[in-house]
């Protein structure tokens, strides 16, 4: 993404790796758009656009009931997606920033100011994941990963959650290659992850979905990498739909498992995954591919975007804070400072 003072650009994910489009946005409607029809997508990424959608609202108002105003376009981007919980850690944080605003000027500059330093505190804490994340591997001699979805500099404010760690793996050496599931229904894992892997030369492989479990079976894997839309205070991990079924192939194959999201991605206020709101999505995405019928018309389908992994099948989760291993309820209420009530 790019911000402009007075407008957002933002890379059109859905038309990579084919076609590098930017969108101009100058509403925040315009963004909560994007962010409903998968312009942008990633946890952090969803966030940042939508903080500087709040900046964007704050540009367009007028005199007469600003506040009110930003407070309405606020409402339509926490509608826009909700299992991202980036996405409503953003917009507090942008609401506590307009309640400290006396008039409609002192908004817009502290609006676009937050805004940029979300996305820079995004920055600085994948680059902080990364580094936590190489403490856990303790095997030196390069050894492969698989990953699932896309969580590089397209989902994020620059560098990457789970694909940051990827990089700093081949930077320091370590990695042998990525094995990249091709992640259906949008095929980020394809069409994201690879491109962004194949563009800076790092080793990848791009596989089925399906093919996971023969590729584990064979010992080159020593970790898979995922990243979280929503973690919750157990640990449980919201993420790419999937994710549940690499973390069940992991444990059987004996492959440990990482979970690498900033600390805006924790929801403590949920006790576990039961009560992640999962988003369903229209099951076209299923039955065609870019307008080709390829499932019987009218066939019933099940779309959901995310699935939950249980706390239990994950070896560690990695923030900007620190690592959790074998997430509980104990490891993550020391982490974040939550006591029990």
Known sequence: ???????????????????????????????????????????????????????????????????????????????????????????????????????????????????????????????????????????????????????????????????????RLHEEKMLKRVYADETRPWLQGSRLTAWELAREGIPVTLNADGAAAAILSRGEVKWVIVGADRITANGDVANKIGTYSLAVLARHHKVRFMVVAPASTVDMSLESGQEIPIEQRDGLEICEIKGIQIAPVGVDVFNPVFDVTPASLIDAIVTERGVIHEPDISGMRTLFNERKP
């Open 1 to 167: 993404m790019r911000w402009h003072d007075d407008f957002l650009e933002l890379l059109d994910q859905r038309l990579l790796p084919a076609d590098e489009v930017w969108l101009p946005h100058t509403t925040a409607s315009e963004v909560a758009t994007s962010i409903r029809n998968m312009v942008v997508r990633g946890a952090p990424a969803i966030g940042i656009s939508a903080a500087y959608g709040v900046a964007l609202s704050a540009l367009q108002t007028t005199d007469n009931g600003w506040k009110q105003m930003i407070e309405a376009d606020m409402q339509v981007l926490a509608e826009s997606r909700p299992t991202a919980v980036n996405l409503f850690w953003a917009l507090n944080r942008m609401r506590e920033v307009l309640a400290t605003c006396d008039t409609r000027h002192q908004a817009q500059r502290r609006l676009a100011e937050a805004a940029i330093g979300i996305h820079g505190d995004d920055l600085a804490a994948n680059l902080a994941m990364a580094g936590h994340a190489l403490t856990v591997m303790d095997d030196r001699a390069p050894f492969s990963v698989l990953t699932h979805c896309n969580t590089g500099a397209l989902a994020t404010g620059g560098y990457g959650t789970a694909l940051g760690v990827i990089r």
